[in-house]
């Protein structure tokens, strides 16, 4: 033991810098070399020396017990469990994970007996820990990982390695290993062996430096691909390389022990794992989706924006302490598991690859998915536990990106040589194009003074339509400004005739209307190609977009000389001017809907009474100046409150809207059908005498008598009403005059029976 301590204290304290310690190469004698020479050599003889004395790696595989639940503690915090030789609740395992029986058990306790070994400064290695665990050795806490509360239970810390170190008289002494998991595993997972110390770092070592290497290539891609998306034409393309090599970097880094060296910050890496690890799929589908972009599916699409979801969810909702990231892990694996190999599948069968590109990125993509699920399926115990070179996979994977980009760039230059050939033609060419640009520049100049003006008019235009309130006015408005806005452009308006799709000219300036039909037509057929044509359209709330006039301009006209520039800068004024014509008849429209809402019964479609008070006394004017007749009924629902109380509130406004709809069927458009409160009704006639009221009541009080109105499938009974009829006639001095006559007719007919029709006495 005291050789090999001389050793290592020698080993550790010279190292090939102190080697070459006040020796200058340029000055080095035959005898300096000598003695360097034989400095490095004893220094390599005592390196392999002290590695070859260092005691053999124990595997502890074998001779586990297991017990579930958490022990009790004393009073001095010792677990009671360790100071028991047996029992009945111990039970062997071949390896501390995942024992049989566990029926959502969160707690379990692992021990096992120390082997023998020559070691001077032993520590026990754990590849990982589900989830969180406490070591103790002769009743005495030894390690801890993550901090159990007084139910024996912890929050997620992440999954690094664990370098437990044990005291040198150890062998044969009883460890044991307090575990808590609520994930699907728990437990030790993967080697657990004692060694050395320096055995373990130089262990880690190696096992780092590929991965290491892997990273820093990767990271240089990332880099590189992110630049040329940044710069290059294919963006996305190369957005997808730096995607994945970002997630094959962060992913092999994470996945590196040499991270804990790094920065021992467990739960962090374990953020970058599984960033890294749900992008994955992320990339592979953009990747495809660029490849084979002629034939893109849109499952790829749906991928995409599912693995983005599921990473943003997932990290989000870990960080804000809603869900364990550890629970993440298993519904990532199996959505993994079912969709990338059914993507990859899907673009096989139904794709086809036909050239070398797709074949290498398909070929590619299988080769690391299957690595992928084969290091998911170590994951979850399906199979023994092995290292999966699933950085090897992303590193391919890469590789074969990177290879086909190299290709593309070798033919791009192939192109650039042939093109280079013709180099002097196209500096000729291109020549005599500035030059045309020189001559089109004055062009420009008075087509921006062109444009300044006709902006101020378009400003002025449309300011005077947005101020109108309703849209015919606005169009009329329109049209008598179009002249001015378009000259000396000849144009003509066609305005749109009623709901039909027919369009009559309304406007006409220039030399335009000889060429053009004025009657109604379906369609405007422009007579040759230096007409344009504008479709003036708006946002009606309840019809929908709608066509409110087709605006034609000739800007072939034989009376203006217009240059190329200035023809350019009308167009798109005029293009411009349209839309927001558009836009504020759409708000006119919007207005006006909202106007008559305003007037509107919401449960029958009637107007209300609001409109009502408004339009009577209107009504009432225009008859007595131009002596025509008015008549007016007002009707009300038999025993409605009885049907209300009988049936409920519903059924009474189900008898409410019939009633709305028999008043609409039995009375002209032209009169004023109102709502005028709970189940009464006024219906105001302009232009009809009373006989013609009176015959109009009694047909909707029959018809309503024989209706069987049903509601929830029974019938409601006989619905009748009643209703009183007045006429305006030279006594009636006010519209509320007029009104209170027909109200006490129907307080007649309500006092004769109900179910009538009673017209006032003048």
């Known amino acids: 033991m005291s050789i090999y301590w001389a050793l290592d204290r020698f080993v550790s304290r010279h190292t090939l810098m102190q080697a070459f310690v006040n020796t200058s190469p340029q000055l080095l004698s035959a005898t300096a070399w000598s003695r360097l020479g034989f400095r490095l050599m004893l220094l390599l003889s005592l390196l392999m020396i002290s590695s070859s004395l260092r005691a053999a790696p124990v595997s502890l595989e074998q001779n586990w017990q297991y017990r579930w639940g958490d022990s009790p503690f004393s009073a001095t915090g010792v677990p009671l469990w ?9 039970h062997a395992i071949d390896f501390p994970s995942n024992p049989p029986d566990r ?62 170190t044990l005291p040198e008289d150890t062998a044969g002494k009883p460890i044991y290993f307090r575990i808590y998991s609520d994930y699907l595993d728990i437990g030790l997972w993967g080697e657990v062996k004692i060694m050395e110390r320096m055995a373990l770092y130089d262990q880690i070592s190696e096992q780092s430096v590929e991965n290491l290497i892997i990273t820093v290539f990767c990271l240089l891609v990332t880099l590189l691909a992110a630049l040329f998306a940044l710069i290059g034409a294919e963006r996305r393309l190369f957005l997808a390389v730096a995607l994945f090599s970002a997630a094959s970097a962060g992913l092999s880094l994470s996945g590196s022990p040499f991270k804990q060296i790094i920065l021992n910050a467990a739960l962090f890496w374990e953020y970058i794992s599984a960033g890294s690890y749900y992008l994955l799929p992320l990339a592979m589908a953009m990747l495809l989706s660029e490849t084979f972009k002629p034939q893109r599916h849109r499952f790829l699409q749906a991928l995409q924006w599912f693995f983005l979801a599921f990473v943003t969810a997932a990290l989000g909702l870990s960080l804000s302490g809603w869900v364990n990231l550890s629970d993440t892990y298993p519904v990532f694996d199996a959505f993994f598991a079912i969709l990338v190999p059914l993507m990859l599948a899907m673009m096989v069968r139904k794709l086809r690859p036909h050239n070398l590109e797709e074949r290498v990125i398909l070929a590619a993509c299988g080769l690391f998915t299957l690595l992928l699920l084969l290091d998911m399926a170590v994951a979850h115990s399906w199979i023994e536990w092995r290292h999966i070179p699933v950085d090897w996979g992303a590193l391919v994977f890469v590789l074969a990106v990177i290879s086909l980009s190299l290709r593309h760039y070798i033919g791009t230059q192939h192109s650039l040589t042939r093109l280079n050939t013709t180099l002097e033609t196209q500096v000729r060419e291109r020549t005599r194009k500035l030059q045309q640009l020189a001559d089109l520049e004055s062009a420009r100049a008075r087509a921006l003074e062109f444009g300044n003006q006709k902006s101020r008019l378009l400003d002025q235009l449309t300011g005077q339509i947005e101020a109108q309130a309703d849209v015919e006015s606005a169009l009329t408005l329109l049209e008598q400004g179009l002249a001015e806005f378009c000259a000396p452009v000849p144009g003509v308006c066609y305005r749109r005739e009623g709901q039909e799709e027919r369009y009559r000219m309304s406007e006409h300036w220039g030399n335009s209307a000889q060429s053009l039909p004025t009657q109604a037509i379906n369609s405007v057929i422009l007579p040759h190609p230096g007409w344009h044509s504008f479709n003036l359209s708006y946002q009606h709330p309840h019809a929908g977009q709608q066509v409110a006039a087709i605006i034609c301009i000739n800007l072939g006209s034989d009376t203006i000389d217009f240059e190329a520039p200035q023809v350019y800068t009308l ?36 107007h209300n009474r609001r409109y009502l008070d408004e339009m009577l006394p209107r009504e009432f004017l225009l008859a007595q100046r131009n002596q025509t007749p008015l008549t007016l009924m007002i009707c009300d629902i038999d025993h409605f409150k009885r049907l209300n109380d009988t049936h409920g509130h519903a059924a009474g406004d189900v008898v409410l809207k019939e009633v709305g709809k028999q008043l609409r069927d039995t009375f002209r458009q032209t009169d004023i059908i109102s709502r005028y409160g709970g189940e009464e009704f006024v219906v105001v006639m302009p232009g009809a005498d009373l006989d013609n009221c009176q015959r109009r009541s009694e047909q909707l009080r029959d018809q309503l008598s024989k209706l069987d109105i049903m509601y929830e499938g029974k019938s409601l009974g006989p619905v009748t009403l009643s209703a009183g009829v007045c006429s305006l006639s030279a006594d009636t001095a006010t519209p509320e005059q007029l009104l209170q006559q027909a109200d006490n007719a129907l307080y007649a007919a309500k006092h004769q029976g109900r179910n009538r029709v009673i017209c006032a006495s003048v």
């Open 103 to 164: 029926q959502n058990r969160t707690n379990v306790w692992y021990r096992t007996v120390l082997p023998d070994g020559d070691w001077r400064d032993p520590v026990l290695y754990i590849y990982s820990v589900d989830l969180i665990v406490e070591v103790y050795l002769d009743g005495q806490r030894i390690y801890h990982y993550g901090e159990f509360d007084q139910e024996g239970k912890g929050q997620f810390q992440g999954w690094p390695w664990h370098m437990i």
């Open 82 to 90: 360790t100071q028991e030789s047996g029992g009945p609740d111990w």
């Open 571 to 606: 167009t798109t004024l005029f293009t411009r001017a349209v839309e927001r014509m558009g836009l504020a008849l759409s708000r006119i429209a919007l207005q006006e809907a909202l106007s008559r809402l305003s007037y509107e019964d919401a449960l029958t479609g009637l």
